[in-house]
């Protein structure tokens, strides 16, 4: 959870390409939001490691106060996702566990599955899902920093010690 609007979604991106960078194979999304003037930003997500890049945000018009996630795309993304973590993967990373995964749906399956595998999970969070998430993942979740050092330090002492159990 990063303080200002969109910093998790900067960061999660960066840690993304960090890790890309450094030879780990990464799966999940990342949200990349693209302002357009005086309206609300198109968001769309990047499916890890190389793409496709999907639009998960629907233009209701300027006036509209109502959800703009588009849920069909969303749920493209994650089959996307899962059939990508099923082929292996070092680390999950989920651009936010939002409304669908806290109503049991959206991401919450890869999540259970990357878990039982023993794979790391980096999941966006905000405060109004916050109960939900604990909730779903239980105790051992651990609330990291919004800094990219302390984060590729958990996520690579994670890796280390996921390798030792295999």
Request: charged share 20%; proline share 5%; aromatic share 4%.
């Amino acid at each position: 959870m990063a303080p200002g609007r969109g910093d998790t979604d900067l960061l999660l991106f960066q840690i993304a390409e960090t890790l890309g960078s450094k030879g780990y194979t990464t799966c999940g999304t990342v949200q990349i939001n693209t302002e357009r003037g005086g309206g609300p930003c198109d968001m769309d997500v990047k499916v890890l490691p190389a793409g496709p890049i999907l639009r998960i945000s629907q233009d209701l018009g300027r006036a509209s106060k109502g959800c703009r996630l588009d849920p069909e795309s969303l749920e493209a993304a994650v089959g996307l996702v899962t059939a990508q973590l099923v082929t292996g993967a070092d680390v999950l990373i989920i651009n936010k566990f939002g409304k669908h995964e806290a109503d049991g749906r959206g991401f919450r399956s890869a999540i259970a599955d990357a878990i039982s595998r023993n794979i790391p999970v980096l999941v966006g969070l905000n405060a109004l899902n916050m109960d939900a998430f604990r909730e779903f993942v239980g105790p051992e979740a651990i609330q990291l920093e919004p800094c990219e050092k302390v984060i590729l330090e958990w996520l690579e002492a994670s890796l280390s010690s996921a390798k030792q159990v295999a």
